[in-house]
């Protein structure tokens, strides 16, 4: 399985991604500056966190506009799994890949530090080798992680099974506890914790792995024989 991780001005989660599928994975991985990527290729897309373009306008409101973003609709259209955490869940929102927005944390504080969330949905690409209801412990990192949507949009996350993750212990605010979403087709999942920062052991947890190896256990349904 080969994975792309684009990387715009002011990523700074891109290594992490990369380690996560090249090293803790064991899958190929590039990683692709966003002026010259190209998608072609590539069974699977991360938009790593960080503060692309420094979070002027709203968080993701540039890298929304860069011409990656075309490549990243057409991918999502006709069913490349893609990621994105953090800043990368910012992007797929202005984007409009997803639906809401993110607001500042309900403290108006940074906050930094593992929090427990729930497989609310565990018939995903993403979730496959969770079990439904099972707590894992990820990491945050983030100001802008305050999930908004009005009740029309949370109705039809909830009608759709859109709703992934959601916090134990809501830390910022979010409607319904979300921490993590997918769109209606389940290929583009955002979520605001950290799975490329928990999968080996000595990081304090490895329950993010299980993320990236859902993604390869669906590739290789899908397109290894015998698998």
């Not at 991604?17 to 994975?25: C, Q, V």
């Not at 692309?52 to 506009?65: E, H, K, N, P």
């Not at 565990?122 to 908004?148: C, D, M, R, W």
């Amino acid at each position: 399985m080969k994975f792309a991780v684009v990387v715009f001005p002011g990523s700074n989660c891109d290594r992490d991604m990369y380690y996560a599928a090249k090293e803790a994975l064991g899958e190929e991985a590039d990683m692709l500056w966003y002026k010259d990527a190209n998608l072609d290729g590539y069974d699977a897309i991360l938009i790593p966190g960080g503060f692309s373009y420094g979070d002027y306008l709203r968080c993701g409101a540039i890298a929304s506009t860069s011409s990656v973003v075309n490549q990243l609709r057409e991918k999502a259209e006709a069913g490349v799994p893609i990621l994105g955490v953090c800043n990368g869940f910012q992007i797929l929102l202005e984007s409009g890949l997803l639906p809401g927005a993110l607001l500042r944390n309900k403290n108006l504080k940074f906050m930094c530090h593992f929090e427990n969330l729930v497989v609310e949905n565990n018939q995903t690409l993403f979730t496959s080798e969770y079990e439904k209801g099972e707590v894992v412990s990820i990491p945050i990192a983030h100001n802008e992680g305050n999930y908004y949507c009005d009740e029309e949009t949370l109705a039809s996350l909830k009608a759709n099974n859109q709703i992934v993750f959601t916090y134990q212990n809501n830390p910022n605010g979010s409607v319904a506890d979300i921490a993590g979403i997918t769109n209606e087709k389940g290929n583009v999942l955002g979520m605001m914790p950290h799975p490329e920062r928990a999968v080996e052991a000595i990081l304090n947890s490895d329950d993010g792995l299980k993320l990236f190896q859902s993604m390869l256990a669906n590739w290789r349904e899908r397109y290894v024989a015998g698998a």
